[in-house]
């Protein structure tokens, strides 16, 4: 009789504790579903952000070089799995943002004095226009690869 008793307290105690497990089983794949919802939104955002400032650098309502450092911001910023190497599929995106990297910029650019400021302006505006023709190919392959993220998602 002693057996039975602690026989089914024991199976009480299994059932409790698997009905438990399948219960955090339940709630981790939920956070996980809830996860890469957000991942794949914040991919979206992203590569929307990406593909309107290759548009504006396209028809020159955007200066090269602030292109081309928000889009290397943008792609180092994208949650993707083993992402592709970026800087060897978009060499002259990836150069020009290197040139331009060090200029100031914001508060540090309105600190400057006045010349300065000019001086670096037109230091990077020559830089622009070296490679402002080999960044322009460059942007088409990059808004594609943006566009396949957003269809794949």
Not at 72 to 100: C, G, M, R, W
Request: net charge neutral; with cysteine; aromatic share 6%.
């Amino acid at each position: 009789m002693l057996w039975a008793v602690l026989s089914g307290i024991a199976l009480l105690i299994i059932l409790a504790l698997g009905f438990y497990a399948g219960k955090l089983l339940f709630m981790l794949k939920q956070q996980k579903e809830r996860q890469e919802a957000a991942r794949q939104s914040r991919v979206a955002t992203i590569t929307d952000s990406i593909i309107v400032i290759a548009k504006a650098m396209e028809q020159q309502q955007c200066d090269l070089s602030e292109g081309v450092i928000r889009i290397v911001n943008l792609l180092n910023a994208l949650p993707i799995n083993s992402p592709p190497d970026f800087k060897a599929q978009y060499p002259q995106v990836h150069a020009l943002f290197t040139e331009v990297s060090g200029f100031a910029i914001l508060e540090a650019r309105q600190q400057l004095p006045k010349n300065e400021r000019r001086k670096q302006d037109i230091a990077r505006e020559q830089i622009e226009s070296e490679y402002e023709s080999k960044v322009l190919d460059e942007l088409p392959p990059l808004k594609a690869y943006c566009e396949t993220l957003i269809a794949t998602k």
